[in-house]
């Protein structure tokens, strides 16, 4: 019906044509039967039966047009001036014929059945679009008050680190409140990278945008993890690929992608253990794959590891893949994840050569 919808005009026609039908076969049958009752009379009287007859055909086929006009035609225009109403937007329209127990009355009431789908579906995009903005609101406005408070808090948090640093350095190297204050001083950390994450989030900088070599961007985010591995079995290896064309991007904000998720990574895998990073070039794309051996991701977390504030660690923030996937949108590229019980997980990112526009990439992803 939709496909009707779309052209009517082929439809009218068809109608049209079929309803044209009846009045050539009336118009055949009559020449035979006019031909017939000319031949069987007198020659004398042929004039006065072929004005008979004519007459006869006449009121016959005006009988039929105005029947055909009634039952057709006037359906097809009530048809066509409500489909013109409904491509200007009116869903509350519907064709008066539908009652009818004939083909016309099954095109009538496919119509309306249509239009009141239609109807139904508009009123739920739009109460879905309004929820949608009532819950963009919400965020934003939590997001304005998580990044105050971010700001209020990493001021004394500097203060408290300082002053860890000059404790630690009046205590005897014998002390035990050494091994305390480090303790302390890992968890202000954690707190400031918690802060980070929430303050990026909240207030994502400006894109930098540079026609940079993705393996030296990829390789700086590896030797940043190794860094913090160096007294753990973990080895982080990277295989770089040596004919990948320059690549359109933020260094600075991929590193931080890249470096999030080799630090999960690091985390996801307790014993001795290998986390591999490789680059790729295929389809006018450049591909980066981050993967480990470590304890995996169960399938019913997989679809929410993206989404805001959840994470499947208990120190976690929830922030960091959330963050991860809005720099990579920002790109116009993709991350996807894989993950098996027992064996490892594995992120995929998909960076388009050269930056599309804003409406590009909402297409891209949308």
């Keep these: 019906m939709l496909k009707h919808m779309e052209n009517p005009s082929r439809l009218f026609v068809t109608l049209r044509f079929k309803a044209l039908l009846p009045l050539v076969g009336v118009l055949i049958v009559g020449i035979f039967f006019f031909a017939g009752v000319t031949l069987s009379v007198k020659e004398s009287a042929r004039e006065e039966v072929i004005m008979v007859a004519a007459a006869g055909a006449g009121a016959i086929f005006a009988v039929v047009v105005v029947v055909l006009a009634t039952l057709i035609q006037r359906p097809l225009v009530?048809?066509?001036?409500?489909?013109a109403r409904v491509r200007e937007g009116d869903l509350t329209v519907a064709v008066s014929f539908a009652d009818r127990q004939d083909e016309m009355g099954d095109l009538g009431r496919n119509f309306n059945d249509t239009v009141r789908q239609l109807r139904e579906s508009r009123e739920e995009i739009q109460l879905l679009h309004r929820t949608q903005m009532s819950k963009a609101e919400h965020l934003a406005t939590l997001g304005e008050l998580a990044a105050g408070l971010a700001h209020e808090i990493r001021n004394p948090l500097a203060g408290i680190a300082g002053v860890i640093d000059v404790i630690g350095r009046d205590l005897p190297e014998s002390s035990g409140g050494r091994q305390v204050l480090q303790e302390v001083k890992r968890e202000v950390v954690h707190i400031e990278r918690a802060l980070s994450d929430l303050l990026a989030y909240a207030r994502p900088r400006p894109q930098q945008i540079l026609l940079a070599d993705l393996n030296v961007t990829a390789t700086l985010a590896v030797e940043l993890a190794r860094q913090q591995i160096m007294s753990r079995p973990i080895r982080v290896e990277i295989e770089e690929c040596p004919n990948l064309p320059l690549v359109e991007h933020d260094p600075a904000q991929i590193e931080q992608v890249l470096l999030n998720l080799l630090l999960n990574a690091i985390q996801a895998t307790p014993?001795?253990?290998?986390?591999?990073?490789?680059l790729g070039f295929q389809n006018g794309?450049?591909?980066?794959?981050?993967?480990?051996?470590?304890?995996?991701?169960?399938?019913?977390?997989?679809?929410?590891?993206?989404?805001p504030f959840f994470s499947t660690k208990k120190?976690?923030?929830?922030?960091?893949?959330?963050?991860a996937k809005s720099i990579v949108?920002?790109?116009?590229?993709?991350?996807?994840?894989t993950s098996v019980l027992g064996k490892g997980t594995e992120f995929s990112l998909c960076l388009p050569l050269r930056k599309p526009t804003t409406q590009a990439a909402a297409l891209v992803n949308g």
Aim: hydrophobic share 40%; charged share 25%; net charge negative.
């Design 329 to 337: 949108d920002a790109h116009g590229g993709r991350i996807e994840v």
């Design 315 to 323: 120190k976690g923030t929830g922030l960091g893949l959330s963050l």
């Design 285 to 307: 794309s450049a591909l980066i794959g981050v993967k480990d051996e470590g304890q995996g991701i169960r399938a019913e977390h997989l679809a929410n590891l993206f989404h």
């Design 78 to 83: 009530e048809l066509q001036e409500k489909i």
């Design 271 to 278: 014993g001795p253990g290998r986390v591999m990073v490789s």
